[in-house]
Nanobody
Framework: QVQLIESGGGLVQAGGSLRLSCAASGRTFRTRTMGWFRQAPGKEREFVIAISRSGGNTNSAVSVKGRFTISRDNAKNTVYLQMNSLKPEDTAVYYC???????????????????WGQGTQVTVSS
């Protein structure tokens, strides 16, 4: 079992930056692809960005490419989401997710992830 706890959300002005963290429990963290998803009010959960087990490969949604980066520290069982040049449309609850065993490359499908954090609110004001 993997427990994920996100932190770092908050209120920021457009153009600002935030760094989210996701701390994982358990001994399988380094064997799992990790991803970030987000969900705005009235919308479906959408893929943001993901990172491979070693951290050598990442992939992101077109909407955040060039602005958001993901990294991980396997020694600390933590994955990070650095968000720069934030826009009001980035406002959402952000969720950290652990990929299922065997998931080598992060995907955009929530069904490929089997553990989720409780979410952290990010609000970007205009």
């Amino acid at each position: 079992q993997v427990q994920l706890i996100e932190s770092g959300g908050g209120l920021v002005q457009a153009g600002g930056s935030l760094r989210l963290s996701c701390a994982a429990s358990g001994r399988t963290f380094r064997t799992r692809t990790m991803g970030w998803f987000r969900q705005a009010p009235g919308k479906e959960r959408e893929f943001v960005i993901a990172i491979s087990r070693s951290g050598g490969n990442t992939n992101s949604a077109v909407s955040v490419k060039g602005r958001f980066t993901i990294s991980r520290d396997n020694a600390k069982n933590t994955v990070y989401l650095q968000m720069n040049s934030l826009k009001p449309e980035d406002t959402a609850v952000y969720y950290c997710a652990a990929g299922k065993f065997g998931l080598i490359v992060g995907t955009a499908s929530p069904s490929d992830y089997d553990y989720w954090g409780q979410g952290t609110q990010v609000t970007v004001s205009s």
